[in-house]
């Protein structure tokens, strides 16, 4: 009789441990969200669009920083930029901080990443590292999904692209004829931009590649069934108005889930959902409990088919610590389902990033010397900004046309400046000051003694991470 109950134990906590789902997550670096086939962009992407229709896809992603440094933080601990210390590019969090290790490791999985990484310090972020290179190493991929098919071992995935980042020179661009792509309405029209955009579409080809390769070792060792499956695209591109700045270009973010007998197929969600979601996502999804340091919520309801999970989205952008960086431009968001409402700390200074340096921004000021309207009129909207702006995304989704001194948008803009407040308290964020202090911040300072405010003194070098 005692046997047979040790059996029927033992057969209880198999089942319970098989019943954990595989967590496979995959990121895309430096995407605008808009330019992926299912989202009605140009890009071909076979592989992602299969997945929407084999899963559920959002329409309204939101990651709280369009870098990728605070990005990737905010994603593997569930806390924002500010609360986190990691803000600036180039960064890392406290070290008092739990990742995705410390929460999924206690409930019984394997936690490895592949790819970019660009996090800091390795002690919090003690992964299982499946190679070294900066794209998933997917002959080491396959070995750890048959160590885990062997072993029945539940794991969460972690596979980081770095396409489609500069420079682009992946995929096959020849796909993407210059003169036929179509531009968006902010950009302007020269044969850089579109050069550019032909070789940076390739890449995002050549990223749906890498999906494909990881969901066919999925089916390799038959985990498909098991495996929740999370495909993100990461900030816009780094062509004008997208990363580097909190336009919906910038923070938004395509979002594809897959779990199959949990998520109907073929599906759309509208909810607004945060990057910081993610990992509440997965611990929930693993049976655990949320700490009360994580930010985000669960999108388990979302994936039963609930449609509204947030009513307010929020955005930082810091330059202290990126290359060809004003010395200090801060930015910060906050986003309702119909307004965008934005505070530049700083509109008395030239707004600068890596995006004014490239030759396709350099195309944009000749063209705006020669006389080319259009041009001139983006250029000074990007460069120099006000203090604030105000956005109604319904009417207007590309942005244009700033409302913020529009008297009848008087409530609005009271409304979204209140909450951005309460969101900038809830993280410790304390604006400008904020904003200087973002040098000890900088993951080449963690060990100096960096005095808040002080300005870099020597010339940035080229980050490993780009």
Not at 198 to 226: C, N, P, W
Not at 388 to 417: F, H, S, T
Not at 429 to 438: I, N, Q, S, V, W
Request: with cysteine; proline share 7%.
């Amino acid at each position: 009789m005692r046997i047979i109950r040790t059996l029927a134990i033992a057969a209880l906590l198999t089942a319970t441990a098989r019943a954990k789902p595989n967590l496979v997550f995959l990121i895309a670096d430096d995407c605008t969200w808009s330019d992926i086939g299912c989202y009605g962009g140009q890009a071909h992407t076979p592989n992602i669009n299969r997945l929407a229709t084999q899963g559920m896809r959002f329409t309204r992603c939101f990651q709280a920083a369009p870098m990728c440094s605070p990005t990737r933080h905010s994603i593997y601990t569930g806390q924002y930029p500010v609360k986190s210390g990691a803000y600036p590019n180039h960064t890392f969090v406290r070290d008092d901080v739990k990742s995705v290790v410390q929460y999924l490791k206690p409930l019984g999985y394997r936690v490895a990443l592949s790819g970019k990484t660009h996090v800091s310090p390795p002690a919090v972020f003690s992964w299982e590292r499946l190679g070294t290179a900066q794209n998933p190493d997917f002959k080491k991929v396959d070995a750890f999904l048959g160590e885990c098919a062997g072993k029945d071992q539940p794991f969460c995935l972690l596979l980081c692209s770095n396409e489609p980042h500069t420079p682009w020179n992946k995929g096959d661009p020849s796909r993407y004829p210059p003169a036929e792509i179509k531009l968006p309405p902010v950009y302007a029209d020269t044969p850089a931009t579109r050069e550019g955009m032909s070789r940076y579409l390739a890449e995002i080809t050549y990223f749906d590649g890498q999906v494909g390769s990881a969901l066919g070792l999925l089916d390799k060792h038959k985990m498909t069934e098991d495996t929740l499956v999370i495909v993100v695209s990461e900030q816009g591109n780094s062509l004008p108005f997208a990363k580097w700045t909190c336009y919906d270009r910038g923070l938004r973010s395509a979002f594809i889930a897959r779990w199959p007998g949990r998520i109907k197929p073929g599906t759309l969600n509208q909810a607004m959902i945060e990057y910081v979601d993610i990992l509440p996502t997965f611990i929930d999804a693993a049976g655990g409990e949320l700490a009360p340091e994580i930010d985000g919520r669960s999108l388990l309801p979302m994936f039963a088919g609930k449609q509204r999970h947030k009513e307010h989205v929020f955005g930082i952008m810091t330059t202290r610590g990126i290359h060809h960086g004003s010395d200090h431009f801060g930015i910060r968001s906050v986003r309702s389902e119909r307004f965008h409402y934005i505070w530049n700390f700083s509109p008395e200074i030239e707004f600068q990033n890596a995006c004014t340096n490239s030759k396709e921004f350099k195309s944009w000021e000749r063209a705006a010397a020669d006389g080319d309207k259009h041009a001139a009129e983006q250029v000074k909207r990007y460069k120099f900004r006000p203090s604030v702006e105000l956005y109604d995304i319904a009417k207007d989704p590309e942005e244009q046309r700033n409302l913020a001194k529009n008297p009848e948008y008087e409530e609005v803009r009271r409304e979204l400046r209140a909450e951005l407040e309460k969101w900038m308290e809830h993280c410790g964020d304390k604006g400008l000051r904020t904003e200087l202090d973002a040098t000890a911040h900088l993951a080449k300072n963690r060990n100096k003694k960096v005095k808040p405010g002080n300005k870099p003194k020597k010339k940035r070098k080229k980050d490993a991470n780009r």
